[in-house]
C-alpha cells in the first residue's frame, strides 16, 4: 500500500486534530517524540508527533487514496482557528531558525554524527553495530570541522547583499583564509535574522565567535551562534 505525508504544525493544531478523532492528544497520552495509529474522521492514519518547523505539531502518514479526504476534513476543522497551507519555502526558512539539518545537504554519507552535532543520538556503549568502529577511531581524535549555525549581521555598504541571504557552498572566511562553508541559508521570519548553517573547522566553531561568509561576491560579517536560535528550549514543540 503507498503512503504519503500530511504535516500539521502551530499552536492550535492539536484542537484541530482533537475535532477529527476520540483518541486523547494530550502531552500525557501523545507526547512529543512519540507515535500512535490514530482515526482521524474515520482515516486510519499513522500519527508522529514531529516536525521539521519546530513548532508544536504532528506528521500524520496515511494511505494515498485517503490523501484528499484527509486533508480536506484538516481545513474544514481547521477554519475555526484560521488554518492556512504553508509551502516548502516557509518549512526552509522555519527549519533554518531550528538548525535542523536536511538530507543532501548538512546531512549524507560524507558527515559523520559526531561532525554534524548528532552525537547525542550514538551510543557508543551499545554492542558492536555498523560503523561503531569509525565512529569510535573519530571520536578518539579531534574533529577537522564541526556542523554550526550561524547569523548573519546587516551591512550598509550596499543594501543589496542585505536582502541576499547565503546558500549553498558560500565560503566562510576569517582574516581572508577560507575555514569552512554554508550548506544552507535562508531568512528566518520568526527572528527576523538572515541564518546560515554549514561546517567550520573545529577552533573556530565556538559560539559568539566572529566570521566572514562570501555572498554574491561580497563578505558579510556573520557570528557562530547556539544551535536553534528559535525556542532553543524546544518549549513550543513540546507544549
Known sequence: QEYGTLIIAGPRSRDVLQHLTNSDLSNDAFPWLSYQPLQLAGIDVRALRVNFVGELGWEMHVATQDHLALYDALC???????????GMYA??????EK???AWKVELDHEYSPLRSG???FVDLDKPEFIGKASLQLEAENAL???????ELEEQAV??????SDALYGCPIEIDG????????????HRIEKSIALGYIQTSHATAGNSVNIQV??????????????YDPQNTALKS
Open 76 to 86: 474544514d476543522a481547521g477554519q475555526a482557528y484560521g488554518i492556512k497551507d504553508f
Open 91 to 96: 518549512m526552509e526558512s522555519m527549519r533554518l
Open 99 to 101: 538548525s535542523y539539518r
Open 118 to 120: 548528532l552525537h547525542r
Open 144 to 150: 577537522e570541522d564541526v556542523f554550526i549555525t550561524l
Open 158 to 163: 550596499d543594501a543589496r547583499i542585505n536582502a
Open 177 to 188: 583564509k577560507i575555514v569552512g562553508y554554508t550548506t544552507s541559508g535562508g531568512y528566518g
Open 216 to 229: 554574491l561576491g561580497t563578505l558579510r560579517p556573520a557570528t557562530v551562534v547556539a544551535e536553534s536560535p
